[in-house]
């Protein structure tokens, strides 16, 4: 199958609110926002989102399209000069399997990498299933262990790759 994966437009707000909550509700226990949560935004907040995400350095989502429709989304943004996180990695559950989390985490690296990033972070529940995805393509456990969620029984552990000194994925 044939993927396109392509940073969000500011008027592609509509393609990020509809893929974010696909996600949300395919897979809840994967992201802290929930999808009450989301539904609550405002359109007003999503074209804020989206325009954000196309228009700043910092930040960015990526959305993976197959024959035009999405079915797989990404975030990004920068915490210092030398590291940016993954954020909000979902894949739709009919193409998951055929490769299309690495294109994305690779959108994600490119963007990354040409801000100088030199670690790329990410934060996944321990029981989550995209753990074994994730230490497939070289994702490391930091050690560090956190509730950032609003349910402090959730532990959330922090990963990361290395950019600085390989070609992953």
């Known amino acids: 199958m044939n993927f396109t994966i ?71 943004y920068r915490t210092d000069l030398h590291a940016a996180v993954l954020t909000a990695m979902w894949v739709a559950p ?24 030199t670690t790329l972070e990410a934060q996944v529940r321990e029981d989550n299933p995209a753990c074994i995805f994730y230490r497939k393509i070289g994702f490391r456990e930091t050690g560090a262990i956190e509730s950032p969620c609003s349910n402090p029984d959730i532990q959330i552990i922090l990963i990361a790759l290395d950019l600085a000194d390989q070609n992953p994925v």
């Open 94 to 117: 009919e193409v998951r399997g055929q490769k299309l989390g690495e294109q994305i985490v690779r959108a994600v690296i490119q963007w990354a990498k040409a801000g100088r990033a």
């Open 6 to 76: 392509a940073r969000i437009r500011a008027d592609q707000w509509q393609i990020l609110k509809n893929t974010r909550l696909r996600a949300l509700e395919d897979a809840p226990y994967a992201f802290c926002t929930t999808l009450a949560e989301a539904k609550k935004r405002t359109d007003k907040n999503w074209q804020d989102m989206a325009r954000d995400h196309a228009t700043l350095t910092d930040r960015a989502y990526f959305t993976a399209y197959m024959d035009d429709q999405p079915c797989g989304m990404a975030g990004c």
